[in-house]
């Protein structure tokens, strides 16, 4: 997964601030099984006064699927 702002700069995940910020476990290195969820927050480093514009989510490296953009 990585955010992008309106100047196209990407920017990835921040997983050590993953790590401290889901204290109940959930979002980290779990397994997701199809039809469940999971609740977590993802943490980007990025610059102050950044703007984000939108999130790419990876499809994945064995799939056909296209990578999922959200705009923010």
């Known amino acids: 997964m990585t955010a992008q702002d309106g100047s196209g700069r990407e920017f ?3 997983g050590a601030a993953g790590i401290y910020g889901n204290t109940d476990g959930q979002g980290f290195l779990g397994k ?31 799939t056909f699927a296209d990578d999922a953009v959200v705009t923010l």
Do not use: C, Q, W
């Not at 977590?40 to 990025?46: H, K």
């Not at 514009?53 to 064995?62: D, M, Q, R, V």
């Open 12 to 14: 990835e995940v921040d």
């Open 32 to 62: 997701i099984n199809a039809g469940n969820s999971v609740k977590a927050n993802v943490y980007f480093d990025v610059p102050k006064g950044t703007k984000l514009k939108t999130i790419t989510f990876k499809a994945g490296l064995f």
